[in-house]
């Protein structure tokens, strides 16, 4: 590549692209491997946070016949030297141009990110619908959470991979192994992985809807193709594969510390939360495990913090007694043990004292709701009495700051619901006044409830932004202590978020629309911009509001019905009744 070492030092952040990390995998570039790339649709910070991707990265290059590198999503500055210098969007680790490889992997963990899948295509010379893809282009393949609604980029993706990547992804690297050459064998080789469980190929399957835009049927176009595609899971986080020898970033990233999961899926019943009903059935990986990797993982990388992850790291039976032995033999060598947020039951199993001692600076606990009603009907079942215990006994223990984490727009919110928001925020951040006088600096996080699928709230409409945004004031009135700041993620983001979530393979066009008029980046408060998105939806004559705007009856095929993630339409139905009876 001519010149491209003085072109990254005219970037923001050249080591973005760079590659060369400690822990990085450069194999030889030879005929027998098979040649894939993991691309990641964000920026270097982001991408290089994410476990998923580290998982990858290390099963596919412990293969001979494999070879493994990663991309990013480059920011706007280095996009522009592409563009201008007529350079291939290349891998970090041989910078060889994105286009030569047979695979490519796509991370999509938030719809916002969509535009920068197609961005990513462009810059590397690959026809981004993948009707126009032909025998020498790499086969475009995508998984992540994102993928449990994949109808909107269907136009643009290949085969997406339903549940946990590392159950079925050497399945996919044996049946590419064996990809031929020419159209047909294409055609043959997306036969074969849509023979694989889990796996879905959009062009394989129809769609017909009805004169009011519902669907009126989606179906395979032959009776070899799966009718329901099933959801793959990893049954034992123990025999799973994990990444020691984690790649160090070559600069600091967004969660730049050593990442253990601990335990997969959640124990609760949160209505709202897809987490919960995608990630299922809960399992826990073991203690001996735990310690075994967390020394291994630190001998190899070298952090001074280790995260124990999972959607709920306090349900961990054992987590006590873990995170006790991880400080026995990490805490002399200056490593911290985190957990990323805590339930009011993991305060008052003891455990703020345990974690972080070496910097207590914050908590994070999220009741979600303001009233007790509320939180009845979307289940998070949190007692007002041992959520204060376990505030109080933290502010004791030497916490500074408390995180509170709430959502508005919940199906039968009442505005008294959002005076009870600002209640609990006051009465919270008072409770520190019996330790030092004085009331506690709290931060209250709101986010827009959206409707997502596979949930039982999947077929409620979600609030406007207009009503929205009269919820926010409401909420700003209510909040008179200077101790406590408001933090609203973007409502604008949400609605769009919602739209593509909720969404059909009719926004394949809105996004290809968006993309080419400059959206870059959406999840980037900065950096989105609604109006574009608006001018796409209209350009491709879609109307944003039919898919979050109107309560969905329950006999209304729903774009990821075909989807199943283990648990019947019964089991929806039956949960999302709790809204026609009445809580007292």
Not at 111 to 123: Q, R, S
Not at 296 to 305: F, P, R
Not at 336 to 341: D, E, L
Not at 403 to 412: A, H, N, R, T, V
């Amino acid at each position: 590549m001519k010149n491209l070492d003085e072109l990254l030092l005219t970037v923001q952040k050249p080591g973005r692209y760079v590659g060369g990390e400690w822990n990085s995998v450069k194999k030889e570039w030879t005929e027998d491997k098979l040649k894939v790339l993991l691309a990641f649709p964000d920026a270097y910070e982001i991408g290089m946070s994410y476990l998923g991707m580290k998982v990858l990265y290390g099963m596919l290059n412990g293969r001979d016949d494999c070879l493994c590198e990663r991309v990013f999503s480059p920011w706007m500055d280095f996009e522009k030297v592409l563009r201008e210098n007529s350079i291939a969007l290349f891998s970090l680790e041989s910078r060889k141009p994105i286009s030569q490889f047979d695979v490519i992997g796509f991370s999509l963990t938030y719809e916002l990110g969509y535009t920068n899948v197609l961005n990513m295509l462009d810059l590397g010379g690959i026809p981004k619908r993948s009707s126009d893809r032909r025998s020498e282009d790499p086969l475009i393949i995508a998984g992540g959470p994102a993928c449990y609604n994949p109808e909107p980029m269907a136009d643009f993706i290949d085969a997406f991979l339903i549940g946990d990547a590392e159950e079925a992804i050497l399945e996919i690297v044996d049946v590419c192994k064996g990809r031929g050459k020419g159209d047909v064998a294409r055609i043959k080789l997306l036969r074969s992985l849509a023979g694989i469980k889990g796996v879905y190929v959009p062009s394989l399957y129809k769609i017909e809807y009805n004169q009011d835009n519902t669907i009126k049927q989606f179906s395979p176009t032959d009776e070899a193709i799966p009718k329901i595609i099933e959801k793959r899971f990893v049954k034992s986080l123990d025999s799973a594969f994990y990444p020691v020898n984690q790649v160090v970033p070559n600069i600091q990233v967004v969660h730049d510390r050593l990442v253990l999961e601990i335990m997969r899926g959640c124990k609760h019943a949160c209505r709202f939360c897809q987490a919960t009903t995608t990630y299922r059935p809960c399992r826990e990986r073991t203690k001996g495990e735990i310690l075994k990797l967390a020394k291994e993982s630190y001998e190899a990388t070298g952090y001074d913090e280790i995260s124990l992850l999972s959607l709920s790291t306090g349900d961990h039976s054992q987590v006590t007694q873990i995170i006790k032995e991880l400080n026995e033999v990490f805490s002399r060598k200056c490593v911290s043990v985190s957990v990323p947020s805590l339930r009011v039951e993991d305060a008052l199993k003891g455990l703020p004292a345990l974690v972080s001692e070496v910097r207590k600076a914050g908590l994070t606990f999220a009741p979600e709701a303001g009233s007790a009603c509320l939180r009845k009907i979307i289940n998070k079942n949190i007692e007002i009495e041992k959520l204060s215990e376990s505030v109080g006994e933290s502010f004791r223990l030497g916490w500074r700051r408390i995180k509170l984490y709430f959502m508005i727009g919940l199906p039968s919110e009442r505005d008294e619901d959002i005076f009870d928001i600002a209640a609990m925020a006051v009465h919270i951040s008072d409770l520190k006044k019996k330790v030092d006088g004085r009331p506690a600096q709290l931060r209250v996080s709101i986010n827009a409830f959206i409707p997502k699928p596979h949930t039982p709230f999947q077929w409620e409409a979600m609030d406007g932004i207009d009503e929205l945004e009269r919820k926010r004031a409401l909420l700003r009135d209510a909040m008179k202590s200077r101790f406590i700041e408001l933090d609203f993620h973007s409502f604008q983001m949400s609605y769009l978020e919602a739209v593509l979530s909720r969404g059909d393979r009719r926004l394949s066009d809105v996004i290809y629309e968006a993309w080419n008029a400059g959206a870059r980046f959406d999840g980037w408060g900065d950096l989105f911009n609604l109006k574009t998105w608006l001018s796409a939806f209209e350009k491709a004559s879609v109307d944003p509001s039919f898919y979050v705007g109107r309560k969905r009856g329950l006999s209304e095929i729903l774009p990821w019905d075909f989807i199943t993630v283990g648990l019947s339409r019964q089991f929806f139905e039956k949960e999302a009744g709790v809204l026609e009876k009445p809580l007292i």
